[in-house]
């Protein structure tokens, strides 16, 4: 089953030369989720309930065509696939001339958030959302980010209280905060990166000790946040 909704880029939504910002463009991906989400019954209004919640551990998206201030966005979201530990989601943005301009993918656990542990994903959940496999945008497979075997630069990082979400860990999104406050000058203010890929490996909450690793590479920047362990890394290119 294919979930779409419209969205409109405004004010707060824009960076340089009034373009959509990655931030802009992962919330806007997150929204519809768990839009889609809510529609069967296992949205955010049903967490109290179920004692359960979706929880990211990866997000690989590709801009195409970056939006403008008061650009009018038609997204669609769907299951694609799923097993008894993570299930994976697709996206695709259109412009309103129906041009395809953003195209990503995601996986997710169903977590208990008292307990905080995946809980088995069955088919009885799954069987709500239709998956579609055979409708994927990405033709490989989903794979994880790797650390290159170079020279680093460490960064602390000190997780705040808006860094933190309703399930008491980092949000997803603040981690790309995280990953633009620790990046060089030089990044920062240079091209807009057109592909991110976020892995989740670990959560971080607020009082954890936070090393942050960047490194260089020839079309972009890896970083990796770490505890004892690494809890995320994100590749970012041009």
């Known amino acids: ?22 931030k802009a463009i992962l919330t806007i991906l997150e929204d519809i989720a768990g839009l889609h989400s809510a529609t069967v019954g296992l949205g955010l209004n049903e967490i109290n309930k179920t004692g359960c919640a979706w929880v990211i551990l990866k997000w690989q998206v590709q801009i195409i065509k970056r939006p403008e201030y008061n650009d009018e966005l038609n997204v669609f979201t769907w299951s694609t ?25 995601s996986r997710w656990i169903y977590m208990d958030i008292n307990k905080r542990r995946p809980v088995r994903i069955t088919a009885e959940i799954m069987d709500r959302y239709e998956s579609e496999p055979e409708r994927r945008v990405f033709s490989e497979e989903i794979t994880k980010n790797e ?6 630069k460490e960064i602390s990082y000190n997780i705040l209280r808006r ?76």
Do not use: W
Request: charged share 25%.
């Open 81 to 105: 696939t799923a097993n008894k530990l993570f299930a994976d989601r697709d996206f695709k943005v259109l412009d309103s001339n129906g041009q395809t301009v953003i195209i990503a993918t």
């Open 1 to 22: 089953m294919v979930f779409n909704h419209t969205y409109r880029i405004g004010l707060e939504d824009c960076g340089k030369e009034n373009e959509a910002t990655n």
């Open 163 to 238: 860094d933190v979400d309703y399930l008491g860990h980092m949000h997803n999104i603040s981690y790309l905060d995280a990953a633009y406050e620790i990046m060089p000058e030089e990044y920062f203010n240079g091209p807009q990166f057109n592909y991110i890929s976020i892995d989740y490996c670990k959560e971080l909450l607020k009082n954890d000790e936070v090393k942050a690793h960047f490194y260089r590479i020839d079309n972009g920047c890896i970083i990796s946040l770490n505890t004892e362990k690494i809890n995320s890394v994100i590749t970012l290119k041009y």
């Open 147 to 152: 650390i290159p075997d170079t020279e680093y």
